[in-house]
């Protein structure tokens, strides 16, 4: 046969870094809470990091990192809802106020990840 048919064979460690944060974003907005994101995320990405030659550590990373951007902002987090509550601000303008630091953060993760992707 010419070719693997490995599901991430052929990608660059970095490129499969940033590809399971962005599936992972998804993931943390439907399950807020993190062991359940874990437990339903790591048996499916775990072995993918395995067969793409990544390490597992960009993998937990990856998946870190998309729960904790999205707790961030995300309204069924029980922390970002009551502190914006405690705080009498609206939800709208807590999203206003924290758009440009969840981008600069985002552009942030997506680097470190691809970096720590080729170092490790």
Do not use: E
């Not at 962005?22 to 943390?28: D, E, G, I, K, Q």
């Not at 705080?87 to 997506?110: G, H, N, S």
Request: proline letters at 6%.
């Amino acid at each position: 046969m010419s070719g693997d048919t490995t599901p991430g064979a052929g990608t660059s460690n970095s490129v499969f870094g940033i590809i399971v944060f962005l599936v992972n974003l998804p993931l943390a907005f439907l399950i807020p809470s993190t062991s359940g994101h874990a437990t339903l995320a790591m048996p499916i990405l775990a072995p993918l990091a395995d067969f793409a030659g990544v390490s597992r550590s960009v993998v937990v990373t990856a998946w870190q990192s998309a729960s904790g951007w999205m707790n961030l902002w995300v309204p069924t987090t029980a922390v970002t809802i009551g502190g914006v509550a405690l705080a009498k601000v609206r939800y709208d303008q807590y999203l206003r106020f924290i758009w440009p630091l969840l981008a600069i953060l985002f552009v942030m993760i997506c680097g470190f990840v691809a970096v720590g992707a080729v170092v490790t």
